[in-house]
């Protein structure tokens, strides 16, 4: 077996240094009745051909993001990422590594990861950032605990503009934890008055940007009214790009931004890992969950970095920690930290301006497809586009002619007749006009 | 030669170098040393309007940002791509990692990492594939999670399988909330969860988030569970008892039939966490111990990268009578084809709904499966028998240098106190920072929490005897020099890019990210 080093000879050599007659000898704490004499009904070791083999295999049923006109978002994004990005995460010392309890051996980790909290906070307009969360979902799950932490009340408000998986996440969590989550219906392209649902109750109000159905808002009013009324402001991000172009959270007032990292560095991998990204001001540092790596001086004086702040996690609090994640994103993480470096203000902010015109050339020529409309009056990369028949079979058919052609929110919310006619459609820089064309072309198609 | 140099010289039966002293006390121009290069933040190396990507101009349009517009500078720092690469390169060689030297840290499992596994987790059928493309273009991503849950139940002889836990500790979530689902259905809601002393903190913490009040466990003096303390304990109130096994001693719980009969006898369930699984896979079925529910750490036992901190994944798997609460999402099987269900209908009418967002963490599956398949139904049994003969190996080599905390054999690591430390002046933290030097990963420290000044010494199958003796060698060697030098420790880590640093500061005036020099004059002002 490739990969395992020792040798038969060894294997007898290291029992007698131990004194034992043979390895079940090492076995002898589990009761007989729980012990397998033989092997389980699976198949024997294969080489590393074979193996890649039966996985290609696998691979190739699918129909790969980039081999087709495609068009899809709702959280998940196609970006491009450049060659560098993966060839540094591939390096041992970081794909390798352990969460960095050992600081004189982790400065690698440790650094990156001040980078990468330094860029989420610079990105959301926040103070502070976390190393990271497992995605986008389950961060804001975490955002409606630590809120309740911070204003000890009970009820979370939740946008009906909200990612419904970001919802159903927090409605999860809620059920075992005892927190109220009051989630309005969605109204794609509506304005909701989440202000009137503000009460005493209120432990914070949850909203997005864009929405789930890609229409840009201004919570700035919201949030001066969340702190009339002593809630916390937690504004969602799932296209992280788009705050290259779009006003940050932070200066609309949101007290957590929790996000999706997946758009910068990473692939979009069927849905996992992705990355989730939490930002919070600095006076509620020590209710956050998650690590964070933190600035300090070694014997000698010298600028370093250590994880710090964990007298908050379930290691040293158990029961009363903030969260009980250990495991975090940090490869994504550090896969987000270098896209960025290498894209920088400059690079950031065409990426966004590139997305956006690619967007509106997409609008502009569904538009023009008769019976097809736009619900929304403002977009970043991602709208909601309103058939003149159900979305689902449309999207089936799409791909008949080769076409990943958007999601049909009758897949987030089924049974909702109202909603069956709506497709949500995103293009990045990734999506070229011939792409568009096609697009356009079948749609017209297929709505003949 | 100094003191320090010479007795461990001396205690190696072999010569180091000359003049370590020359090395570590002579100051440079840079501030490097040879292969270490001080490293800059990358926000200190920004030249506005340099670039790492080349991006067309964005073509001509209408705005349609709604007057969103972000108004000034992100403060993002410009650099072009040889600098970042360079950047991150330096900062990988600030890294000890399992690529370099023998990692082990007990309970965490660091073993190799096939690079075969990360070539099939690029595929472009499994990266570059949408999670919420139509049906009939995913069905080799079903049938990928499909074989690794088929994998998962024949090991574990469990006939469920839930996959979409992002990490060990959101899979003890995933498996405490399908018992309090099932138990409410029942109509039988409870109140406590009986967790060992020696469990892992994540444990409690997990309980608490579910809403259940924490009652502690004893061990025994075996550091086992004490079975007389468990059944004291064991009422009509208490909903489940999480129980890691092999425990965070490195023990195998020998009373385990035991202790499930006395749980499921008041009516409770038995959630076990099997961050540890890597010990017995293959050779016992968790299914055999009467273990109701069971979350696996893919990234331990099954060797996806730990990555400086993930991403993991912790796969849950259920007894039949939890099976109904599994999260979405869920996969069913049609005519020749797979399908996803999303919403709590059909089937799924009793899961605990969805716990994070799309299915799981795809990327570790295919590295997992990748894994299992390398090694077959004989390999997975061979890693388990490697990892405990190589824990039982460094247990025999340093039980007469070290103090073992409890006697006898271990499974895949093994427990030590700091008893051999007393009257020395050396702690544990000391001892750890010591092994940095000779150019070793430490053990765990200080945990697990049961015994004084813990080290957890965990060194996975693919470790060759080699590598094994030199680390014993070195360790035994630093045993005997405690005795005579504490303050060479005390000194510890030299060779280091930082040496010891200050976490009581960090934690203080926590600084937790980079600020402009004129954003820092506005702070202090």
């Known amino acids: ?448 | 030669m100094t003191g320090w140099s010479q007795a461990l010289s001396e205690a190696r039966g072999q010569t180091t170098s000359q003049h370590p002293e020359v090395v570590a006390e002579t100051p440079t121009f840079t501030g490097n040393r040879g292969l270490q290069i001080e490293e800059p933040l990358l926000f200190e190396q920004d030249a506005a309007g340099r670039c790492g990507v080349d991006l067309p101009a964005p073509p001509a349009h209408k705005s349609r940002l709604g007057g969103l517009e972000r108004q000034g500078s992100i403060g993002l720092p410009g650099l072009s791509e040889p600098q970042v690469v360079r950047h991150f390169t330096r900062l990988s060689q600030k890294n000890y990692a399992i690529d370099s030297g023998i990692y082990p840290l007990g309970s965490c499992t660091m073993k190799h990492n096939p690079r075969l596994n990360e070539k099939l987790a690029r595929l472009a059928g499994f990266a570059d594939l949408h999670p919420l493309q139509p049906a009939t273009t995913i069905q080799g991503a079903l049938e990928l999670i499909d074989t690794l849950a088929h994998w998962l139940r024949i090991l574990t002889g469990m006939p469920a399988v839930a996959l979409s836990p992002a990490a060990g500790a959101h899979g003890e979530l995933c498996g405490m909330m399908a018992i309090r689902a099932a138990l409410t259905a029942r109509g039988d809601p409870r109140r406590r969860i009986l967790v060992p002393e020696s469990a892992h903190g994540t444990n409690p913490a997990t309980a608490a988030t579910c809403g259940y009040a924490i009652d502690p466990v004893p061990n025994n003096p075996r550091g086992r569970v004490d079975l007389a303390a468990l059944k004291a304990k064991l009422d009509r109130d208490v909903a489940a008892l999480m129980l890691t096994n092999p425990n965070t001693c490195g023990l195998f719980e020998d009373e385990i039939l035991e202790i499930a009969d006395a749980v499921h006898a008041v009516g409770a369930l038995f959630y076990c966490d099997g961050a540890n699984f890597n010990a017995i896979v293959g050779r016992v079925r968790p299914a055999d111990l009467g273990i109701d529910a069971l979350h696996l750490n893919l990234h331990k036992t099954f060797s996806t990268p730990h990555g400086g901190g993930g991403p993991g994944s912790g796969p849950v798997a259920f007894a039949a009578s939890l099976a109904a609460h599994a999260p979405l999402p869920w996969i069913v099987h049609g005519e020749g084809s797979r399908a996803l269900v999303e919403h709590a209908e059909g089937p799924a009418k009793d899961s605990i709904g969805r716990l994070k967002g799309f299915h799981g963490q795809i990327g570790m599956f295919v590295r997992a499966l990748a894994y299992m398949m390398s090694h077959g139904a004989d390999g997975l049994r061979q890693v388990a028998e490697d990892a405990v003969l190589n824990a039982n190996y460094l247990r025999a080599r340093l039980a007469g240098s070290l103090s073992q905390s409890y006697p006898g054999t271990c499974m895949h690591e093994v427990l030590f106190d700091d008893h051999f430390l007393k009257d020395t002046g050396v702690t544990t933290l000391d001892f750890a920072k010591a092994l940095i030097d000779e150019g070793f990963h430490p053990m765990t420290m200080y945990f697990p929490l049961v015994v004084h000044g813990a080290l957890l010494i965990e060194p996975t199958e693919t470790e060759s005897k080699a590598a094994l003796d030199q680390f014993a060698d070195t360790v035994i060697a630093l045993a005997a020099r405690a005795k005579t030098d504490a303050a060479g420790f005390h000194a510890a880590p030299r060779f280091t890019p930082r040496r010891r640093l200050d976490e009581t500061a960090a934690a203080r005036k926590p600084l937790l990210r980079w600020r402009a020099a004129s954003a820092r004059q506005e702070a202090a002002n």
Not at chain 1, 32 to 48: N, T, Y
Not at chain 1, 231 to 243: D, G, H
């Open chain 1, 1 to 448: 077996m490739r990969y395992l080093p020792l040798t038969g000879a060894d294997r007898r050599d290291m029992l007698a240094a131990i004194g034992a007659r043979s390895i079940d000898d090492l076995f002898a704490d589990v009761p007989q009745a729980a012990r397998l004499d033989g092997l389980l009904d699976l198949p024997l070791a294969q080489g590393e051909l074979e193996v890649e083999r039966a996985l290609s295999r696998m691979a190739a049923k699918n129909v790969a993001a980039g081999s087709a006109p495609f068009f899809i978002g709702g959280g998940a994004y196609r970006h491009y990422v450049p060659a560098a990005v993966d060839h540094l995460i591939q390096r041992g010392e970081f794909l390798t590594s352990y969460t960095p309890y050992q600081p004189e051996l982790a400065q690698g980790t440790l650094q990156s990861l001040f980078e990468f909290q330094t860029q989420v906070a610079l990105l959301t307009g926040m103070e502070v950032a976390n190393a990271s969360l497992y995605d986008g979902a389950t961060s804001c799950a975490e955002a409606v605990a630590m809120a309740h932490r911070v204003t000890r009340r009970g009820t979370a408000v939740l946008s009906g503009a909200l990612h419904p998986h970001y919802r159903e996440v927090c409605e999860t969590y809620a059920q075992f934890s005892g927190l109220t989550v009051a989630a309005l219906d969605p109204l794609p392209g509506r304005v909701e008055d989440l202000a009137a649902r503000i009460d005493g109750d209120t432990a914070c109000v949850v909203v997005q940007n864009p929405d789930f159905f890609g229409q840009l808002r201004d919570w700035s009013a919201l949030g001066a009214r969340c702190r009339e009324a002593g809630a916390l402001l937690v504004a969602v991000v799932n296209e992280i790009v788009s705050l290259g172009a779009v006003k940050p959270p932070g200066s609309m007032g949101a007290d957590i931004v929790a996000g999706e990292g997946q758009s910068l560095g990473n692939a979009l991998n069927f849905g996992g890992p992705h990355l989730g990204l939490f930002a919070a001001r600095e006076q509620h540092v020590r209710q956050m969950p998650g690590r964070l790596a933190g600035q300090t001086v070694d014997a000698d004086g010298r600028r370093g970095w250590v994880l710090t702040l964990s007298a908050r996690e379930q290691h040293i609090r158990r029961e009363k920690a903030t969260s009980n994640i250990c495991t975090n994103s940090g490869l994504c993480a550090l896969a987000f930290a270098i896209h960025l470096a290498l894209l920088g203000e400059a690079g950031m902010t065409r990426l966004a301006r590139l997305n956006h015109a690619t967007a509106c050339n997409l609008a502009d020529r569904l538009e023009a497809i008769p019976g097809v409309s736009i619900v929304n009056d403002s977009f970043f990369n991602e709208f909601t586009v309103r058939l003149p028949t159900p979305a689902a079979p449309i999207v089936d058919e799409l791909a008949e002619f080769g076409v990943l052609g958007g999601v049909p929110l009758s897949r987030f919310y089924p049974g909702r007749d109202d909603l069956a006619d709506l497709l949500l459609v995103a293009a990045t820089e990734t999506t070229t006009d011939d792409d568009i064309g096609q697009f356009a072309h079948a749609l017209g198609e297929v709505l003949r």
